[in-house]
C-alpha cells in the first residue's frame, strides 16, 4: 500500500512538471503577426515601382507612380491622395491604382489640344483647302511656316514635288462638266509662286477632277472624267436622258508632255442587259469586272441621275508592287489596278505582271456591288492611302459614314495580291478611328505618320491626329474653312529641304 502512494507521488509529480514545462514553452514563443495583401495596379500611361503583396502589419511601403513619355499622374484609387510617392504603414488589406492621363494643353483657339511630347513633329502638314486658292505648311502649334497663293481655285489637290515645287489641280471654265471636283488644268509652281509648267484636259469629253500623284520616278497620275458617247451606252441597254461619264487614269510625264501610260474603266464593264454585246456577262461571277447598271436609276446621289455614274475622288501609287488604288465613291468601293501594263495591255483582260491587263486586281467595300446581302463596310470614301508593314500591306482610308453620321479613319490588311487572288470578302480591318465629334458628309482624308499616329482630315472642321491605341494627340481647328486633306512632309525630305525650312 505505501509502495502504490509512492508511485501515484511520481506520477502527480510527473504530471505537474510536464504542465509547467509545456506552460513556459507557450510563454517562450513569439506572439503571432497579422498579415495583409496590398495589390497595387497602374492604368494605361505609367506604371507603378512596387506589385505589393502579402505584408506584415505595421511594416512600411513605398510606392512611386511613373508616367509615361506624354502622361502625366493624376492620383489613386483605393487612398486618398495625389502624390505620386506614397510611404504606407501597412494596417489592412489594400487594392491601390495609379492613374494616368494624356499631357495635353491648349496651344492656341486653333490647336486647342496638343500632346506635345506623343504628336509627330518631324515634319509639316500640307493642310489644302478645299476648293480655295491656297494652301500652307503647319507645324503642331497651328503656324504657317509657308504659304502659297493661287491666281485659280483649286480642283482639289496639290503635291510637294522633291525640288520644292507644288503640282496642283486647277479650275478652268468647262460648260460640259457640272460635277463637284472637277479641274481641267494641271500647274508646277515653282518655291517662288511662278508657274514652271501646266498641261490641260478640259473638254466635252473629258476633264481632270479630284486628285494626282507625284510618282516616284517624277510623272503625275491623274484622274480623269471620261464621256461615254451616246451610241455605245445605248448599245449596251443602259437608257438615260443624259451621257454616261466614267473614270479613266492617265500618267503623264511633265518633261516630255506626253501621256505615257492610261487605264479607262469603260474598257472593263459587265452587263447582264444586252446579250449580244461582248461586254455581255454576269457580274456576280466575273468579279474582276465593273457592273456598268449598279447604279442605274439610283438615288444615292444626284450626280448619278446626271452620267456621273462612278465618281472616283482619290488614287494611290504602290511603287513596290506597281499598282494604283482608286477611292470610287458611288460604288462604296476600292478598286486595284495593275500598273505594269502597257496602255494597250490596260485595255484588255490579259499582261501585266498579273496577267490580268486592266482588269481589276482586288476590289472591297461593298459586296452588294457582287450580289452580296452582306452589308457594306464604306458609305462614301475618300483619300485611299498605303501602309507599308513589316509582314504586310495595307490600306488607310477615310470613311465618311454618311448614313451612320460618324466618320471613321479604316486601315485593312491587303491580300497578296495577284492572278489568283480571291474576290468577295472585306480585308481583316486592324485599325479604326471614329469620334462622336468628327463627321463630315463630303470630303475627308487619312494618312501614317512615320511614328506610327494617323492624321486625319475633317472636311469641315481640320485635323487630327491619333496614336495606335486611338488616343487623341492633337487637333487643328480651321476656324470654319473647309479642307480638302492633309498630307505630311518630313523635315528631311528632299521636298522641305528644297523650300529652305
Same mark, same amino acid.
Given at each position: 500500500?505505501?509502495?502504490?502512494?509512492?508511485?501515484?507521488?511520481?506520477?502527480?509529480?510527473?504530471?505537474?512538471?510536464? *504542465?509547467? !514545462?509545456?506552460?513556459? #514553452?507557450?510563454?517562450?514563443?513569439?506572439?503571432?503577426? %497579422?498579415?495583409? =495583401? @496590398?495589390?497595387? /495596379?497602374?492604368?494605361?500611361?505609367?506604371?507603378?515601382?512596387?506589385?505589393?503583396?502579402?505584408?506584415?502589419?505595421?511594416?512600411?511601403?513605398?510606392?512611386?507612380?511613373?508616367?509615361?513619355?506624354?502622361?502625366?499622374?493624376?492620383?489613386?484609387?483605393?487612398?486618398?491622395?495625389?502624390?505620386?510617392? *506614397?510611404? !504606407?504603414?501597412?494596417? #489592412?488589406?489594400?487594392?491601390?491604382?495609379?492613374?494616368? %492621363?494624356?499631357? =495635353? @494643353?491648349?496651344? /492656341?483657339?486653333?490647336?486647342?489640344?496638343?500632346?506635345?511630347?506623343?504628336?509627330?513633329?518631324?515634319?509639316?502638314?500640307?493642310?489644302?483647302?478645299?476648293?480655295?486658292?491656297?494652301?500652307?505648311?503647319?507645324?503642331?502649334?497651328?503656324?504657317?511656316?509657308?504659304?502659297?497663293?493661287?491666281?485659280?481655285?483649286?480642283?482639289?489637290?496639290?503635291?510637294?514635288?522633291?525640288?520644292?515645287?507644288?503640282?496642283?489641280?486647277?479650275?478652268?471654265?468647262?460648260?460640259?462638266?457640272?460635277?463637284?471636283?472637277?479641274?481641267?488644268?494641271?500647274?508646277?509652281?515653282?518655291?517662288?509662286?511662278?508657274?514652271?509648267?501646266?498641261?490641260?484636259?478640259?473638254?466635252?469629253?473629258?476633264?481632270?477632277?479630284?486628285?494626282?500623284?507625284?510618282?516616284?520616278?517624277?510623272?503625275?497620275?491623274?484622274?480623269?472624267?471620261?464621256?461615254?458617247?451616246?451610241?455605245?451606252?445605248?448599245?449596251?441597254?443602259?437608257?438615260?436622258?443624259?451621257?454616261?461619264?466614267?473614270?479613266?487614269?492617265?500618267?503623264?510625264?511633265?518633261?516630255?508632255?506626253?501621256?505615257?501610260?492610261?487605264?479607262?474603266?469603260?474598257?472593263?464593264?459587265?452587263?447582264?442587259?444586252?446579250?449580244?454585246?461582248?461586254?455581255?456577262?454576269?457580274?456576280?461571277?466575273?468579279?474582276?469586272?465593273?457592273?456598268?447598271?449598279?447604279?442605274?436609276?439610283?438615288?444615292?446621289?444626284?450626280?448619278?441621275?446626271?452620267?456621273?455614274?462612278?465618281?472616283?475622288?482619290?488614287?494611290?501609287?504602290?511603287?513596290?508592287?506597281?499598282?494604283?488604288?482608286?477611292?470610287?465613291?458611288?460604288?462604296?468601293?476600292?478598286?486595284?489596278?495593275?500598273?505594269?501594263?502597257?496602255?494597250?495591255?490596260?485595255?484588255?483582260?490579259?499582261?501585266?505582271?498579273?496577267?490580268?491587263?486592266?482588269?481589276?486586281?482586288?476590289?472591297?467595300?461593298?459586296?452588294?456591288?457582287?450580289?452580296?446581302?452582306?452589308?457594306?463596310?464604306?458609305?462614301?470614301?475618300?483619300?485611299?492611302?498605303?501602309?507599308?508593314?513589316?509582314?504586310?500591306?495595307?490600306?488607310?482610308?477615310?470613311?465618311?459614314?454618311?448614313?451612320?453620321?460618324?466618320?471613321?479613319?479604316?486601315?485593312?490588311?491587303?491580300?497578296?495580291?495577284?492572278?489568283?487572288?480571291?474576290?468577295?470578302?472585306?480585308?481583316?480591318?486592324?485599325?479604326?478611328?471614329?469620334?462622336?465629334?468628327?463627321?463630315?458628309?463630303?470630303?475627308?482624308?487619312?494618312?501614317?505618320?512615320?511614328?506610327?499616329?494617323?492624321?486625319?482630315?475633317?472636311?469641315?472642321?481640320?485635323?487630327?491626329?491619333?496614336?495606335?491605341?486611338?488616343?487623341?494627340?492633337?487637333?487643328?481647328?480651321?476656324?470654319?474653312?473647309?479642307?480638302?486633306?492633309?498630307?505630311?512632309?518630313?523635315?528631311?525630305?528632299?521636298?522641305?529641304?528644297?523650300?529652305?525650312?
Amino acid at each position: 500500500m505505501r509502495l502504490l502512494c509512492k508511485r501515484f507521488k511520481v506520477v502527480i509529480l510527473l504530471l505537474a512538471g510536464t *504542465l509547467v !514545462l509545456l506552460s513556459c #514553452q507557450k510563454d517562450m514563443e513569439p506572439s503571432e503577426v %497579422a498579415q495583409y =495583401s @496590398i495589390f497595387i /495596379s497602374s492604368s494605361e500611361g505609367g506604371r507603378v515601382s512596387s506589385e505589393g503583396g502579402l505584408l506584415e502589419e505595421g511594416s512600411t511601403l513605398t510606392i512611386e507612380a511613373i508616367p509615361d513619355r506624354g502622361y502625366v499622374f493624376t492620383g489613386w484609387e483605393g487612398y486618398s491622395s495625389t502624390e505620386s510617392i *506614397l510611404e !504606407l504603414t501597412v494596417s #489592412q488589406a489594400l487594392n491601390l491604382k495609379a492613374n494616368f %492621363a494624356l499631357n =495635353s @494643353i491648349e496651344w /492656341s483657339e486653333t490647336v486647342p489640344y496638343l500632346v506635345e511630347e506623343l504628336v509627330d513633329d518631324s515634319g509639316y502638314i500640307l493642310a489644302i483647302e478645299n476648293g480655295l486658292k491656297t494652301c500652307y505648311l503647319i507645324d503642331h502649334k497651328g503656324q504657317k511656316v509657308k504659304t502659297w497663293e493661287f491666281e485659280l481655285s483649286l480642283g482639289q489637290d496639290v503635291e510637294l514635288a522633291s525640288d520644292g515645287s507644288l503640282y496642283g489641280l486647277f479650275k478652268v471654265p468647262n460648260e460640259y462638266f457640272g460635277y463637284g471636283g472637277q479641274s481641267g488644268l494641271i500647274r508646277r509652281i515653282n518655291p517662288e509662286g511662278e508657274v514652271t509648267w501646266e498641261y490641260e484636259i478640259s473638254s466635252q469629253d473629258e476633264i481632270t477632277h479630284h486628285d494626282l500623284e507625284v510618282m516616284p520616278n517624277g510623272n503625275l497620275l491623274v484622274l480623269v472624267w471620261y464621256r461615254v458617247p451616246a451610241d455605245e451606252v445605248e448599245a449596251i441597254g443602259y437608257l438615260s436622258e443624259n451621257d454616261l461619264v466614267v473614270e479613266k487614269v492617265i500618267e503623264i510625264n511633265p518633261d516630255s508632255n506626253e501621256i505615257v501610260w492610261e487605264w479607262n474603266s469603260w474598257d472593263h464593264i459587265v452587263q447582264n442587259v444586252s446579250e449580244g454585246h461582248p461586254t455581255y456577262g454576269d457580274p456576280k461571277t466575273q468579279k474582276n469586272k465593273i457592273d456598268i447598271f449598279y447604279n442605274y436609276e439610283s438615288e444615292y446621289h444626284e450626280f448619278i441621275g446626271q452620267g456621273d455614274v462612278m465618281h472616283a475622288n482619290g488614287l494611290t501609287y504602290q511603287q513596290e508592287l506597281d499598282i494604283v488604288a482608286l477611292s470610287v465613291n458611288f460604288y462604296n468601293e476600292v478598286w486595284f489596278i495593275d500598273h505594269s501594263t502597257t496602255t494597250t495591255e490596260a485595255k484588255s483582260n490579259q499582261g501585266g505582271q498579273y496577267n490580268r491587263g486592266g482588269d481589276l486586281l482586288y476590289r472591297f467595300g461593298n459586296p452588294a456591288v457582287l450580289g452580296d446581302e452582306a452589308p457594306k463596310t464604306f458609305d462614301f470614301n475618300h483619300h485611299p492611302s498605303f501602309v507599308s508593314t513589316s509582314s504586310s500591306l495595307n490600306l488607310l482610308i477615310f470613311n465618311n459614314n454618311n448614313q451612320e453620321g460618324r466618320s471613321k479613319a479604316m486601315e485593312f490588311k491587303l491580300p497578296e495580291l495577284g492572278e489568283s487572288t480571291s474576290i468577295g470578302s472585306t480585308p481583316p480591318l486592324v485599325f479604326e478611328y471614329g469620334n462622336e465629334d468628327m463627321f463630315f458628309p463630303r470630303v475627308g482624308g487619312a494618312v501614317r505618320l512615320p511614328n506610327g499616329n494617323t492624321l486625319i482630315c475633317e472636311g469641315d472642321y481640320g485635323f487630327w491626329e491619333v496614336n495606335s491605341q486611338g488616343q487623341l494627340l492633337w487637333k487643328y481647328n480651321g476656324q470654319g474653312t473647309s479642307f480638302w486633306r492633309g498630307l505630311f512632309y518630313s523635315k528631311q525630305s528632299e521636298a522641305i529641304k528644297s523650300l529652305g525650312l
